[in-house]
Nanobody, 116 residues
Framework: QGQLVESGGGLVQPGGSLRLSCAASGMLFSSYAMGWYRQTPGKQRESVARITSGDSTNYADSVKGRFTISSDNAKNTVYLQMNSLKPEDTAVYYC??????????WGQGTQVTVSS
């Protein structure tokens, strides 16, 4: 049974940086596309960044140039480096794993709050 565990959230001032980590277990990590999503109260969960098993990446327009997704297959971990953070980046951030023909997984979420 696959499991995703996020860490690295917290409180940061506008303009600051955070790095989120998502450790995967119980799955063939290198075969999954990994993604970060975020959600605020009353809104739908939205895609932030995604990295495929072939290391192709894509980003939401709102975070392009500020966020970077990367993965380390040796550590079964995906990262989200977030720079130049804005108050509107405040959300619960979720890690996701997808693989065609297999069930997907979600992490439990980590809170990111950008405030002075």
């Amino acid at each position: 049974q696959g499991q995703l565990v996020e860490s690295g959230g917290g409180l940061v001032q506008p303009g600051g940086s955070l790095r989120l980590s998502c450790a995967a277990s119980g799955m063939l990590f290198s075969s999954y596309a990994m993604g970060w999503y975020r959600q605020t109260p009353g809104k739908q969960r939205e895609s932030v960044a995604r990295i495929t098993s072939g290391d192709s990446t894509n980003y939401a327009d709102s975070v392009k140039g500020r966020f970077t997704i990367s993965s380390d297959n040796a550590k079964n971990t995906v990262y989200l480096q977030m720079n130049s953070l804005k108050p509107e980046d405040t959300a619960v951030y979720y890690c996701n794993a997808q693989r065609i023909g297999f069930r997907g997984y979600w992490g439990q979420g980590t809170q990111v709050t950008v405030s002075s």
